[in-house]
């Protein structure tokens, strides 16, 4: 075996050699053919003749030379580009007989001075190879009168964007987009692109962000964000642009927007308000992200925390639209930012005030499937919810001296959120007997108060890649919730028509939660050698929370002031985390290794006041990781990784409280609950081909969760359940996630064209009347995606394919709900003349049978518009639109989890037209814009 290895690693020595042998040298020198001037800094790329990869790039020197050697034999194409003259492109080989490729004096044109058809040849020019970046020089494209920033990168190869903005760029979703490098109004790419003018921008790049951590220690982590940064020019930073929308339409819907923005020197100033009952809460694609608030947590450290978001209906509603109900929404902010004393100093802030109101009805359909019978369950929900809300974040950076960066973020939130709903839900066995009845109303208040501060020290030390830095944080949390629960749940014997049994809860239910955390954490890099690098932490941190969650029923002179201790609890949690981990990383040439793990030691003390009783625990959580990257090339890459992590229960889960929110489902806490351990295996590897605008990418994930928290039900013969979350001993979770795509543009017709596949199954265990329930879901798509652009002509998308899902559970033989399904996504829009534009788009949603759910389910909703131009400038427009023509919108849901199957249809916005105008106003670089 040792002799085989042997010949094997001469074999590939000498195969290396043998091609070093015959390695080649292209040269030459830059000049203007006008001028005969150099043309220093030129960019210079090598590419392969049969699919346009990019071999070698470089720049030309002082003296306009250029030299790029160690090229293996093969065709290739040479392209040579410098701002406003048109490309060079030339085609050779490099074989045994030509070694070298002496170009001698490149002349370059001047693209004012040439014919428009070279022009138009030359329009490779628009994108440039920087290293890692892809750069855009909008002199390149058209840009018509009024158009934004949208309008522009939609001519840019290897991008599209939807019909909501949603723009993907090399087969990837790009999740920022900034202006001049920095943040503009925080993180919604829509602001900018839907906002800021074309003819503002110098230039557009896109790369891939490397996370803060690795861009400061230089060490990479292997976590990338695709980002678009769009650079203004200098004559555009002072100056103010804006926009102002206001629309009515039928069944009394309506709508109103305006944004203002004004830039002078180094500062950014931008405010935005929107009102309005369309569904759009929001100014981007993210819009139902706006209203939500992140849970309190304590990072990955492994430790406990109290929510907030617990399982009763009280607390479950943190403010986003996600199409069920009718919204009707009033929001706005304001954004700053600045640089000063020569670029040390910065400062980011956000202040944003929203109101949105949601109200509807739901109509729910479902099968709970016990060991030998099924129970069938309906239910007609009524709503009302409400929340105001109250944000302020702040960053301010400086950078002491050229070592020493200090780094503040603030944020706040104050919320204030009231619901009440009404619900009737009925019970029946197979064979239709009725076994309960439910009649249940909610109301609720609640208020939220958030506030965050983090501070982040950097220092960079002699020796290159020796850093340190500490973060400090500290952050605290207060709910507070009063409302009232009014219940009355009837119990049948089959064949009897009256009830034998009456359940009756009215109740005052009142919450206080806390929690505040501080925690630090010390991060030191080392250089090993040139290749390896060792990263070292330690974190400390101190939690303290409380659950003050009080059950009051009624007296005999109408108040609720009787404590009901069944169903209340006063909860105390004390945490001290220390956390320590090394990691290292080694980077050589097309190779990024990491390996390590971080420990985390937690003491844990739980008090529970009502019952003066203290549990004290203590556990290590182990973190290891594992990550591995290969680049082949620019823009094709293999990444795999391996992550475990504990996961504790939550304490909504421990916190010994009966929760009698639904009668018919009694929740108990588990206060002896152990945590479990999570297996993550990622795999992934991308492709990108620049100028034929080709992708390829697979992604997938493993995952298997030892000693698992599963829920363990008991369900009596008339429909009345008691629920507790307890461990799994001898099982593992299992679930996988497979995604594929294929695209590229196909020359023939201009057409870009892909195709798509995913596939993820997942493995559940559940406890029903004490036996083991197993459910495996699966879900399998195939999709096709179609689009073309034509300036001033017409835009279009297309993505559509069939789906089926698997949905069985192993603790009845009735329980399996298979089905096929298709889903259809399109959008078009055509100008023509007279300044007209039409647009339209439709969704198209198929659900079959299953064995369960005896019906299919299908809607079309289509839309469409007509929009004209007015002025000069075209910064005028009115439209005409009318939103799901066909009058098909239902809103529906079906899901099969636990041995439990669901249908929901529910309220939503349905038919309706609009009038609409919209004005674009701007005066920038002390006068009006001109337009192209």
Not at 85 to 107: E, H
Not at 563 to 580: A, C, G, K, R
Not at 898 to 927: A, C, E, H, L, P
Request: aromatic share 12%.
């Amino acid at each position: 075996m040792k002799q085989t290895i042997l010949l094997l690693c001469c074999f590939l020595f000498l195969s290396n050699a043998l091609l070093a042998q015959k390695s080649g040298t292209v040269k030459g020198y830059v000049a203007d053919t006008i001028n005969k001037s150099t043309l220093t800094k030129a960019s210079v790329s090598l590419l392969r003749a049969k699919d346009s990869v990019l071999v070698k790039f470089t720049r030309a020197k002082e003296n306009g030379s250029f030299e790029l050697n160690n090229i293996e034999a093969g065709k290739f194409i040479l392209l040579v580009s410098y701002p406003k003259y048109a490309d060079f492109v030339d085609q050779f080989a490099i074989d045994s007989t030509q070694l070298i490729k002496d170009y001698g004096k490149i002349n370059l044109a001047d693209k004012g001075r040439i014919l428009s058809e070279i022009i138009i040849k030359g329009n490779r020019a628009a994108m440039k190879i920087k290293g890692d970046t892809l750069e855009f020089d909008p002199k390149a494209f058209k840009i018509e009168p009024n158009a934004k920033v949208e309008d522009l990168i939609k001519q840019f190869p290897g991008i599209q964007i939807d019909k909501d903005g949603k723009i993907t760029a090399q087969g990837e979703t790009v999740t920022k987009v900034l202006v001049d490098g920095e943040e503009f109004f925080g993180d919604d790419p829509t602001l900018v692109t839907k906002n800021l003018r074309a003819d503002m921008v110098d230039k557009v790049q896109l790369y891939d962000k490397k996370s803060d951590q690795a861009a400061f220690t230089g060490i990479d982590d292997g976590q990338k964000t695709k980002t678009l940064n769009v650079k203004l020019k200098e004559d555009k930073k002072n100056g103010h642009f804006g926009k102002v929308e206001l629309g009515g339409g039928t069944d009394n819907f309506y709508k109103g927007q305006a944004m203002f923005n004004k830039f002078w020197d180094k500062k950014k100033l931008a405010a935005y308000g929107i009102l309005g009952n369309t569904g759009q809460v929001g100014l981007g694609w993210g819009d139902k992200d706006k209203y939500g608030q992140s849970s309190y947590q304590v990072s990955d450290d492994g430790g406990i925390n109290f929510s907030n978001n617990g399982n009763d209906e009280f607390d479950s509603w943190d403010g986003q639209f996600n199409g069920e109900g009718i919204p009707v929404t009033q929001t706005g902010g304001i954004h700053f930012d600045n640089k000063w004393n020569n670029d040390k100093e910065s400062i980011n802030a956000n202040y944003k005030i929203g109101d949105i109101k949601l109200s509807g009805d739901r109509n729910d359909i479902n099968q709970q499937n016990l060991s030998s019978s099924s129970i069938y369950n309906t239910s007609d929900k009524s709503f009302e919810k409400n929340m105001t809300k109250n944000k302020l974040d702040l960053a301010y950076e400086i950078k002491i001296d050229t070592t020493l960066t200090l780094k503040l973020n603030i944020d706040g939130l104050f919320k204030k959120s009231n619901s009440s709903d009404a619900e009737m839900r009925k019970g029946t066995d197979e064979q239709g007997n009725q076994l309960n009845n439910l009649k249940q109303t909610n109301t609720n208040d609640v208020d939220d108060q958030t506030f965050n501060i983090n501070t982040l020290l950097t220092k960079r030390l002699k020796k290159t890649g020796r850093t340190l830095s500490l973060n400090l944080s500290q952050s605290s949390t207060n709910s507070k919730s009063d409302g009232y629960l009014n219940s009355r749940a009837e119990f049948f014997t089959p064949s009897v028509i009256s009830p034998d049994s009456t359940k009756v809860v009215d109740q005052n239910k009142v919450n206080n939660i806390t929690n505040t955390a501080f925690k630090s954490n010390l991060i030191y890099t080392e250089p090993l050698s040139k290749s390896l690098s060792l990263i070292l932490n330690y974190g400390f941190n101190i939690s303290n929370g409380k659950s003050d969650r009080k059950s009051f029923n009624q007296s005999a002179d109408g108040n609720y002031n009787v404590l009901d201790s069944v169903f209340s609890n006063n909860y105390e949690l004390d945490q001290t985390i220390n956390q320590l981990g090394a990691i290292f990383n080694y980077k050589k040439n097309k190779t990024v290794f990491s390996f390590g793990s971080k420990f985390s030691g937690v003491n844990f003390k739980q008090y529970n006041v009502y019952t003066d009783e203290n549990f004290t625990r203590k556990f290590v959580n182990y973190m290891p990781q594992i990550n591995y990257q290969y680049n082949f090339k620019q823009r094709e890459a293999l990444r795999l990784s391996y992550n475990g992590n504990t996961d504790q229960p939550t304490l909504e889960q421990i916190q010994p409280i009966r929760n009698n929110q639904n009668q018919l489902n009694t929740i108990l806490g588990n206060p002896d609950l152990d945590p479990s351990f999570r297996n993550n295996f990622r795999g992934s590897y991308y492709s990108y081909k620049v100028l034929s605008n080709q992708y390829f990418s697979v992604n997938a994930t493993y995952n298997f969760t030892i000693n698992p928290i599963v829920s363990n039900v008991v369900t009596n013969d008339r429909g009345e359940s008691i629920s507790q979350f307890v461990n799994l001993k001898d099982k593992a979770t299992t679930g996988y996630f497979l995604n594929t795509n294929f695209g590229k543009t196909i020359k023939a017709i201009d057409m870009n064209a892909g195709i798509g596949f995913s596939a993820n199954k997942n493995v559940n265990y559940n406890y029903i009347n004490t036996k083991l329930n197993q459910t495996k879901n699966s879900n399998y798509s195939f999709n096709l995606n179609l689009s073309k652009y034509k300036e001033k002509k017409y835009n279009f998308n297309a993505s559509f394919g069939p789906t089926y899902n698997v949905a069985n559970a192993s603790i009845n033989e009735n329980s399996d709900s298979d089905g096929w399904g298709f889903n259809g996504n399109f959008w078009s829009s055509v100008e023509l003349p007279f300044k007209l534009e039409i647009s339209t788009d439709g969704n198209y949603q198929y659900n079959g049978k299953t064995q369960v759910i005896q019906e299919s389910f299908e809607r079309f909703i289509w839309n469409a518009s007509v929009t004209k131009k007015f002025l000069k400038g075209d910064n005028l427009r009115v439209s005409i639109t009318g939103r799901d023509l066909l009058n098909q919108n239902v809103g529906f849901n079906r899901s099969a989890f636990n041995g439990n199957i669901n249908q929901s249809t529910y309220t939503t916005i349905q038919r309706y037209f609009m009038f609409s105008v919209s004005w674009d106003f701007s005066k920038m670089g002390g006068g009006e814009i001109k337009q192209n």
